[in-house]
């Protein structure tokens, strides 16, 4: 019973390097979301996909890509690492075609720095 | 962006009290959920909430949608060691909508 799975856990990163981080559910679940945490914010989306095959942007996506490859498979893409970029990147999915707003179900996050 | 204003940001409690923590919004809404985030670990739900007035328990918590839609509020009563993390309060303000909005966190230690 994996629900959200992240991976990396943990990233290093140069400035100007490029990296992918990956995101799998296997909950079924329609809609999937990238989200940044740093200290004192709160969480905050960078991207998300309502269903397989559509991608939108939330609140800070520059400086990241997205793709939506599957229903279960939602990919985070860095083309150019930056330190402001440092930060734990939550990767959630939602079931959706209900008639109540279903909560966000979370992974355990990979925590990125660069340098 | 919108955020939620949460509060307390942090508290210390002694093991056995109860605590309360609030979230609030100049937006209505009509769903509140409630997070607990561990270190290392990703936000587990908690609560959910859907109908203004509504008082949901889980266990040791109990919450509440606030009568005007832009609150909410959660209790935890008799607090134990394993209560310390951060809670976070996330709302969603029109159905069909994505994009749910994150209040910045209660951080809780609790001293035994």
């Known amino acids: 019973n994996a629900g959200v799975t992240q991976t990396p856990k943990f990233q290093v990163l140069k400035t100007g390097q490029s990296m992918t981080l990956q995101c799998a559910q296997d909950?079924?679940?329609?809609?999937m979301y990238w989200y940044r945490q740093d200290p004192g914010m709160g969480l905050r989306l960078i991207y998300y996909s309502a269903s397989e095959g559509t991608t939108d942007k939330g609140e800070v996506p520059n400086g990241y890509n997205v793709s939506r490859l599957n229903k279960r498979e939602f990919s985070l893409r860095l083309e150019s690492a930056a330190p402001s970029q440092t930060s734990v990147y939550f990767c959630a999915s939602r079931r959706d075609g209900s008639s109540y707003n279903s909560p966000l179900h979370f992974g355990n996050g990979t925590r990125l720095t660069v340098t | 962006g919108q955020q939620l204003n949460q509060s307390p940001q942090s508290m210390f409690i002694q093991e056995g009290e109860d605590v309360s923590m609030n979230c609030t919004s100049s937006?209505?809404?009509?769903?509140w959920l409630w997070y607990k985030q561990d270190p290392g670990e990703g936000p587990v739900l908690l609560i959910a909430?859907?109908?203004?007035?509504e008082l949901t328990s889980n266990g040791r918590l109990t919450a509440q949608f606030g009568i005007t839609r832009k609150d909410s509020f959660l209790n935890i009563s008799a607090s134990i060691p394993s209560d310390v993390g951060i809670y976070f309060c996330a709302g969603l303000n029109s159905p069909g909508t994505y994009k749910y909005i994150f209040g910045t966190g209660t951080r809780l230690k609790v001293l035994a």
């Open positions: 937006s209505i809404f009509n769903t």
């Open positions: 909430l859907y109908k203004a007035g």
């Open positions: 909950m079924n679940h329609n809609s």
